[in-house]
């Protein structure tokens, strides 16, 4: 009889154990938000979800009227073991309704996704004119089918579009509408628009003066020949900037790539296109592209200046909240240093002399031009 009753038992728990581990299979397979979902409902019941004998006691010594409450932050490690942290948090009234600001399409409203995600990826596409996008000499055609696999990434996203490039980004992004703000935005948006007088003027004096010291071959890069190519580059801090202070996405973290990254090259995004990357706090992590013995010390701005020389990449900078906006202001403070020197250079060029000047702000990462998701995984 004892023995029926233990086969019983046994035959019990196989029971349970297999459907617990089938739906957690099931919920891995799906996607991080009704995972969280699933992590919300245990937190109330378990203390840790990989243990699950402890209940918790944290509800019941709150005391009736909280104030905060406690919050797991779980990520799946490497698709399959989850890492969990415990945070109090202040209860956050009711979930804001954002307005998406774009006039070309009939507004309409999305919620707020209620689980704070922890980095938001912010990204331009602007015309400069005459047919010119972002970048040089590339066909507008050739740009949507880079950007349409960047804003495959599923991930939270602020967009600066150009008019003409908001009902493509849109309908990219149709699936993805809650994680997606979109700004319909031209280059006369942005503030370094007041001083394109002056970069015009400067890019002028140059063509019709064009130095010894400096490399000819340069003369007709956009950089040297296009004030709007350089105005547009120069104002990836500014939008970063921008979607840190809005926040939509109450986000800690935030990674400025270039609407063109990867070059429309599939095997570089990471796979699903999902990425939760992780920066080190207090510091903008980017990618150079020389190598580690480079050291930057060898590149003074005469290095760099007219010359034909990439030190390290514009189209990936990322950082916490607080330091974009230090960056930012670094970032725009030297942009006017070579204004007022009569220069005017692309993003490469201020983010050399920037990390130079200030290098313990910096992570600089030792890489490929499209390396962002291998190197921050
Ligand atoms: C951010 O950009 C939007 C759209 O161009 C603009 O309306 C807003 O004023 C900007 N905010 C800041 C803080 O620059």
Redesign the pocket.
């Known amino acids: 009889m004892a023995k029926v009753t233990l086969v019983g038992l046994v035959i019990f728990l196989t029971v349970c154990i297999s459907i617990y581990l089938i739906t957690l299979i099931h919920l891995t397979s799906e996607d991080r938000s009704s995972y969280d979902d699933y992590l919300d409902n245990l937190r109330g019941q378990f203390s840790h979800p990989r243990s699950h004998m402890r209940r918790i006691s944290y509800e019941r010594q709150a005391p009736l009227e909280r104030k905060t409450r406690l919050r797991f932050m779980s990520k799946l490690v490497d698709g399959r073991s989850l890492s969990t942290t415990a945070a109090y948090e202040p209860i956050a009234a009711e979930p804001e309704r954002l307005h998406i600001?774009v006039s070309t399409v009939p507004s309409f409203t999305v919620p707020v996704s209620q689980v704070d995600e922890s980095v938001t990826v912010v990204s331009a596409l602007l015309d400069i004119g005459r047919g010119k996008w972002w970048y040089y000499r590339r066909p507008f055609e050739i740009y949507l089918d880079y950007l349409e696999q960047m804003l495959r990434l599923d991930v939270n996203m602020v967009l600066?579009v150009d008019k003409k490039a908001v009902d493509f980004a849109l309908k990219c992004r149709t699936h993805l509408s809650s994680k997606t703000v979109l700004?319909e935005?031209s280059l006369a948006?942005v503030p370094l628009w007041n001083y394109r007088q002056q970069m015009i003027k400067v890019v002028e004096l140059e063509q019709k003066n064009f130095r010894a010291e400096w490399d000819e071959a340069m003369r007709h890069h956009p950089e040297a020949s296009s004030a709007d190519y350089d105005l547009a580059v120069n104002s990836k801090s500014?939008f970063l900037?921008?979607a840190s202070?809005?926040n939509p996405f109450h986000s800690s973290h935030f990674v400025w790539l270039d609407a063109g990254y990867g070059h429309g090259t599939r095997e570089v995004f990471p796979k699903n296109f999902r990425w939760s990357p992780t920066f080190p706090p207090g510091k903008i992590s980017l990618i150079k592209l020389t190598p580690t013995t480079d050291l930057l010390d060898n590149y003074p701005l005469e290095k760099l200046y007219r010359q034909d020389q990439s030190v390290v990449s514009g189209g990936f900078v990322a950082g916490d909240r607080t330091t974009v906006g230090t960056f930012h202001s670094l970032f725009e403070q030297q942009v006017f240093a070579l204004l007022r020197d009569g220069k005017v250079d692309d993003d490469q060029t201020i983010l050399v002399l920037i990390i130079r000047a200030y290098p313990q702000l910096f992570n600089v990462v030792h890489g490929d031009w499209f390396d962002a998701f291998r190197l921050f995984p």
């Open positions: 600001s600066f700004y935005t948006d500014y900037y921008n202070v809005q």
